[in-house]
């Protein structure tokens, strides 16, 4: 199902059915794979990124997930940003104040360094995860084909790289 059935709320049933197919695929033993579309909204056209799409899904109230992976092209979160600056460090927990919903840790999020990516970069992706955290879903953040992505989809601690985002307890 098209991811942009489901933005803009439940009208006309689309985050329902999306979330009845994820949770179909989980009790399976699948990991299902949510990716951005392109499409109309009204008369202008745009961009459902998956980040938004996930925040959308995991706040739904009957969805079963316990843990969202966000998939991108580094090792997880950094203190700025690694394409561009050699001292960025990375940063394996981030933990988010459960009352403001703020992240904890000293990072540095922006925008993709990406000419042709428009769902926001890293801005995007840590404002998803950390709504997922706050819905009481852990998320993590790792680079894309790595053994820290491996890991975490056999639900295993990412030993590697990656960063994991919770609330704060």
């Given at each position: 199902?098209p991811?942009?059935?489901?933005?803009g709320?439940?009208?006309?049933?689309?985050?329902?059915?999306?979330?009845?197919?994820?949770?179909?695929a989980?009790?399976?033993?699948?990991?299902?794979?949510?990716?951005g579309d392109?499409?109309?909204?009204?008369?202008?056209?745009?961009?459902l990124?998956?980040?938004?799409?996930?925040?959308?899904?995991?706040m739904?109230?009957n969805?079963n997930a316990n843990?969202?992976?966000?998939l991108?092209d580094?090792a997880g979160?950094?203190?700025?940003?690694?394409n561009?600056?050699?001292d960025a460090?990375?940063t394996?927990?981030i933990?988010i104040?459960?009352?403001?919903?703020?992240?904890?840790?000293?990072?540095?999020a922006s925008?993709?360094?990406?000419?042709h990516d428009?769902t926001?970069?890293?801005?995007?992706?840590?404002?998803s995860?950390?709504?997922v955290?706050?819905?009481?879903?852990d998320?993590m953040i790792?680079?894309?084909s790595?053994?820290?992505t491996?890991?975490a989809?056999?639900g295993?601690?990412?030993t590697?790289?990656?960063?994991i985002i919770?609330?704060?307890?």
């Open positions: 199902m991811g942009l059935h489901c933005h709320g439940d009208e006309g049933g689309g985050v329902t059915a999306l979330i009845h197919s994820i949770n179909e989980l009790a399976a033993g699948l990991v299902p794979v949510i990716h392109a499409g109309l909204y009204g008369s202008s056209a745009g961009i990124s998956e980040d938004t799409l996930v925040k959308i899904i995991t739904h109230k969805i843990q969202v992976l966000f991108t580094v979160v950094h203190t700025k940003d690694p561009l600056f050699d460090s990375l394996r927990r933990d104040d459960p009352k403001p919903g703020n992240v904890m840790s000293n990072i540095s925008g993709s360094s990406h000419e428009v926001g970069g890293f801005v995007t992706k840590l404002g995860a950390s709504k955290a706050l819905a009481g879903i998320a790792a680079k894309c790595s053994r820290s491996e890991e989809i056999h295993d601690q990412m590697e790289a990656g960063t919770r609330v704060q307890s």
